[in-house]
């Protein structure tokens, strides 16, 4: 019998995050693997010796970059690997790489360096952003969840502040689409293909997020869709994808974000299509 760790972070207290991975836990039981979930903290990174007691494989559901690369080094398959939860956790390195790979997306800038200390504000370069982009923009910092972090900036006065709070933070400068405000659609891929979407909506936020207060309903992809979704998960290297399509102004498909530990529950209650049932038999196929 093969066996699985499904490992999510300890510190938060929301209960989705353990369901994310009670999810997980009972389509590897399902599947005849006998799983565990562990906290993070539970796995101890002793640099001294080796892990005793491996699993055959793991899950997982963290950030936690160091963690993942360590169990890679033990020898354990981890799905998504440390690549692909470093190149998407942090927004700005994952644009980069959607551009490197060509995928549609809004027109992004990443914000240069600037030291909590010091200030750029006299350079002018906030002015050829603000040039270039126009107002209203989206910033975007690196690092947030459930479209945590994400500012729709309507007036010089907001940029200004904005761009000067975040001294010291990685964040992007984004093209605002318009024709999307307050609706996207979640699409999840495993392994190349696409598992389940959902169209999500918000009459009170330009965001969609269901954490937000957006609801959510089943769609059918166009091909287009589809594809762009496959596009944007292999161009990040990911296995298990929640890729967030925008609306643009002819209602083409535009990559929002790529997410490397997408929640599923939503999905499932909308849909009723569990994708952790495709994410262990994707993984029972890659390791046999």
Known sequence: MYSCWIIY??????????DQAFLIKEAAERAGVHAVIKKNYEVMMNLAGKLDNKPNFIVFLDKDILLARYLKNQGIPVFNGPEVIETCDNKAN?????????????????????YPAFT???????????????L???????????????YLIETEEDFYEKVDELRGVDYVFQQFIASSRGRDIRVNIVGDEV????????????????????????????????????KAADAV????????????ENEEPLVCEVNAAAHIRNI????????ADAMIKYILGEIQ
């Open 9 to 18: 972070n300890g510190s938060l207290t929301s209960d989705k995050f353990y």
């Open 94 to 114: 994952q644009y980069i790489q959607l551009a490197k790979h060509g995928v549609p997306m809004p027109e992004t800038i990443i914000a240069p360096k600037v």
């Open 120 to 134: 750029i504000r006299e350079s002018g370069y906030y002015e050829k952003v603000l040039e270039r982009l126009k």
């Open 136 to 150: 209203p923009l989206i910033i975007k910092e690196g690092r947030g969840s459930f479209g945590m972090k994400v």
């Open 195 to 230: 598992v389940a979407a959902m169209y999500r909506y918000s009459e009170t936020d330009f965001r969609a997020n269901i954490t937000n207060g957006g609801v959510a309903e089943v769609v059918e992809l166009t091909e287009a869709q589809k594809s762009l979704a496959i």
């Open 237 to 248: 290297g990911a296995e298990f994808a929640g890729v967030d399509l925008l609306f643009g």
């Open 268 to 275: 499932l209650n909308v849909t009723g299509i569990n994708v």
